[in-house]
């Protein structure tokens, strides 16, 4: 039985609660739960569920230190290293096939690209100007290297090499979000400006990152540009992107720039 | 003469007081033990803290934070999906009990989190703002940032799987 207009409902009775209510609206609920036993016998039991939430010392300490212990993921020099042999990303890619990371023909079946919160979802598709660039993942782990799609489950110390066709574009940055909102520079690995890359043809992107481990959803996106951009363009236009693990379309970048993306979960 | 800033410490026990038990509940319901609840809920205050300054007061802090913890706890449940499906054959008394007290139907809460499994973590969430925290579909749209004809569409789905597993019961 889905929600009726009529009943008041459990989100009602729990910003009652919390006393998140305008002074007109409460006074309008509170009149309702007068009318209503069979809704005070619920608003009985939530105030019986959620009063007496003591945090003990234990417990704040125990946040505390999981507070302290999640250091900054920004930036990532040490993860960073070159597959020592790189023409292996070639070879395999050759024998396995390819997956190719691209953006979207025409836009989503629900007319939407973006999610912003709080917004009405914005008219750009991620990429304006065709042709459009993609991106490739390719993962190198103890079983071997293996091509890696969306919702790839992947592990700490797993090695990540990417491929590019820029489609006449000749700046990349890529960066990672994860569900915390941290934000790091993967290609460059540090805050910095985008770097040139070849404009025609498919090409390895140099040197691979190892993933560190922190579990959990991640996005990486990679931002081609026909200009140089800053990372902190990129960041300003993720500080209202309320679920960082879906696909946003960034529409505060310039028009320009083509915007591919993948996700991966991090698993322990 | 302004009262002085809070700690951190204080912020947190501050916030635990009064959210903590919301949390809990979410945690518990989601997660099917006790242990794993109480891991996860502090994990949720440390996303709570982390992300306080990027709260704009789009929902209210409550429905905020049932959000965060209700996303953390899916999380968790995607990264052990075969533990997840026979957790959820267990029975745990004390979250049907804090079900019955808050006068959500056990039972389609019940439903609910069985089905979970084979949705997506957006429909997911979608499917509990709306049947466990009986949410409307212009409330679940303006928390998750998704469009009203995408929250349609992800609860038509989710109705379309539970009306096969119950047949002509009107469920849901």
Redesign the interface.
């Known amino acids: 039985?889905?929600?009726s207009s009529d009943r008041i409902?459990?989100?009602?009775l729990?910003?009652l609660?919390?006393d998140?209510l305008d002074p007109s609206a409460k006074a309008e609920l509170e009149a309702r739960l007068a009318r209503d036993p069979?809704?005070q016998?619920?608003w009985?039991?939530?105030n019986?569920?959620?009063?007496?939430?003591?945090?003990s010392s234990e417990?704040?300490d125990?946040?505390?230190e999981?507070?302290a212990a999640?250091t900054p993921r920004s930036v990532r020099p040490s993860t960073h290293q070159r597959w020592p042999a790189p023409q292996w990303l070639a070879a395999a890619a050759a024998t396995i096939g390819l997956v190719l990371i691209t953006v979207p023909r025409g836009a989503p079946p629900?007319?939407?690209s973006t999610?912003?919160?709080?917004?009405?979802?914005a008219a750009r598709p991620a990429c304006s100007m065709r042709p459009c660039p993609s991106l490739e993942m390719y993962v190198k782990d103890k079983a071997g290297i293996r091509k890696g799609m969306e919702g790839a489950r992947l592990r700490s110390g797993d090695w990540v090499q990417f491929r590019y066709r820029a489609e006449g574009r000749s700046h990349l940055y890529v960066v990672s979000l994860d569900?915390?909102?941290v934000l790091a520079p993967l290609y460059p690995d540090y805050r910095g400006q985008s770097v040139p890359i070849q404009p025609a043809g498919r090409h390895i992107l140099p040197g691979s990152i190892i993933l560190d481990d922190a579990?959990?959803?991640e996005r990486i996106y990679a931002f081609f540009s026909e200009g140089p951009i800053d990372f902190e363009q990129i960041e300003r236009a993720f500080?209202?992107v309320?679920?960082p693990t879906?696909a946003v379309d960034i529409a505060t970048l310039p028009a320009s720039v083509a915007q591919v993306s993948i996700l991966i979960?991090k698993?322990? | 003469m302004q009262a002085p800033a809070l700690s951190?410490?204080e912020r947190?026990?501050a916030l635990?007081?009064?959210?903590?038990?919301?949390v809990?509940?979410r945690c518990r319901f989601l997660l099917r033990d006790a242990d794993a609840a109480q891991d996860a809920t502090?994990?949720v205050?440390?996303?709570i803290?982390?992300?306080l300054e990027?709260f704009?007061g789009?929902a209210?802090?409550?429905?905020w934070i049932?959000r965060i913890a209700t996303?953390h706890c899916l999380?968790r449940l995607?990264?052990e999906r075969a533990g997840w499906r026979l957790r959820f054959r267990r029975h745990v008394e004390h979250v049907d009990e804090?079900g019955?007290?808050?006068?959500?139907?056990p039972e389609?809460a019940r439903f609910v989190r069985q089905l979970l499994a084979r949705f997506d973590?957006?429909t997911q969430a979608i499917a509990i703002h709306?049947?466990?925290?009986?949410?409307?579909q212009e409330?679940i749209s303006?928390l998750?940032?998704?469009?009203l004809?995408?929250i349609r569409?992800r609860l038509a789905k989710f109705k379309r799987v539970a009306r096969k597993e119950v047949g002509d019961v009107?469920?849901?």
């Open positions: 039985m889905s929600p409902r459990l989100h009602e729990r910003q609660y919390f998140e069979e809704a016998k619920r009985k039991g939530l019986l569920e959620l009063s007496s939430g003591r945090a417990l704040v125990a946040i505390t999981r507070l999640r629900d007319g939407q999610r912003t919160k709080g917004l009405a979802p569900d915390d909102h579990i959990g959803p500080s209202d309320a679920d879906t979960e698993v322990p | 951190q410490r947190i026990a635990y007081e009064r959210y903590g038990r919301l809990e509940s502090q994990e205050f440390v996303k803290m982390r992300n990027q704009r789009d209210s802090p409550s429905t049932l996303n999380n995607a990264s804090a019955l007290r808050a006068g959500i139907d389609r973590p957006e709306y049947y466990v925290d009986e949410m409307t409330e303006a998750l940032g998704r469009s004809p995408t569409k009107a469920f849901i």
